[in-house]
Nanobody, 115 residues
């Protein structure tokens, strides 16, 4: 099982980034997917969640309206489109897959928002 995040980097406030998480080793379409983040010195927090078929999404209040989660089950990939980035969005972003009795984490991709 692998979850491989990509797309992180250093951006200026107001800019955008698109994170990707490529999954392998399990039946991706049966798993709900989430993005979490962990800022330095803080606990890991849920950013966004999408159901297995992509029909429902949920967002943390701090990112609602700026960040969109989506998935392509034909490519075994989940995305996080982040717009209007703020310095407080700086964190390591993790991909998370969950089904009944099973869950997997990616290794994370770092996002830094700074001028």
């Amino acid at each position: 099982v692998q979850l491989v995040e990509s797309g992180g980097g250093l951006v200026q406030p107001g800019e955008s980034l698109r994170l990707s998480c490529a999954a392998s080793g399990f039946t991706f379409s049966r798993y709900a997917m989430s993005w979490y983040r962990q800022a330095p010195g803080k606990e890991r927090e849920l950013v966004a969640h999408i159901t297995s078929a992509g029909s429902n999404t949920n967002y943390a209040s701090s990112v609602k309206g700026r960040i969109t989660i989506s998935r392509d089950n034909s490519k075994n990939t989940v995305y996080l489109q982040m717009n209007s980035l703020k310095p407080e969005d700086t964190a390591v972003y993790y991909c998370y897959a969950r089904n009944i009795g099973y869950d997997y984490w990616g290794q994370g991709t770092e996002v830094t928002v700074s001028s």
